[in-house]
């Protein structure tokens, strides 16, 4: 039977590779401020024991999706709204870290880092706080809209709404901005790859932007594209 304690930050984890799930469950075991409440090796077994078990924290690795973590990550927030989500992932790529970012995680740390900042960082999303790269928490913080707008931020905003962008860059911002890597849009609008990317060099350069992350953060840039 799992034990359950109101001090204690319950973690359910999801891990493909068993020697890893060992290593985490005696990482959880010898820490009084966190409890492993359930593990599992698939994703179906995800899905039923966050919903038979409710917890603050789900450790989800990406590779257990195959492609589909970005949906399966939604799926679960859905049926488990109260649960927040940290990301294991062993690609550091921007293309994994925006749809992992949009999907609704609370954050994503490499399995290559110490077990210390796993433990931060499962602190962090529990306490309400986004556990991602600095720039990107930097560029979010500088891009979330607020109830009170600033007039600089009025004014960046009616500027953006006037760059001029043709019709397929636009389509291929706005799906930059779903998290797509180059290859994955060009094969969605059938062109070349090689056209993909000198588009969004184009965008980067009328919007002032360096790469895709800024691009997707340049909020509310982002409802310009649809």
């Known amino acids: 039977m799992i034990e359950r304690s109101h001090n204690k930050i319950r973690i359910l984890v999801a891990e493909g590779f068993e020697l890893v799930r060992m290593g985490l469950h005696a990482l959880f075991e010898n820490h009084s401020s966190v409890l492993l409440v359930a593990e599992t090796n698939s994703i179906e077994g995800l899905f039923k024991l966050a919903i ?13 999706s195959g492609d589909d973590y970005a949906e399966h990550i939604s799926k679960l927030l859905h049926v488990c709204p109260q649960s927040k989500i940290l990301a294991l992932s062993q690609d550091d790529s921007e293309h994994i870290y ?38 990107l928490t930097k560029l979010a913080q500088q891009t979330r809209p607020t109830p009170n707008l600033s007039a600089e931020i009025q004014t960046e905003d009616i ?49 002032g932007v360096k790469k895709q992350i800024e691009l997707c953060l340049k909020a509310p840039f982002y409802n310009y594209f649809k």
């Open 159 to 207: 500027t953006l709404q006037q760059v001029k962008l043709s019709n397929c860059e636009r389509r291929i911002a706005c799906l930059a901005c779903e998290g797509l890597s180059a290859k994955e849009i060009s094969l969605q609008l059938i062109v070349t790859e090689k056209t993909v990317r000198n588009k969004l060099s184009a965008v980067y350069k009328k919007i």
């Open 98 to 135: 925006l749809q992992t970012f949009y999907s609704g995680a609370s954050g994503i740390i490499n399995k290559y880092q110490s077990s210390r900042l796993l433990l931060k960082a499962i602190y962090e999303i529990h306490a309400g706080h986004s556990m991602f790269d600095r720039q």
């Open 52 to 64: 038979q078990h409710n917890p603050d924290v789900i450790l989800i690795d990406l590779q257990l």
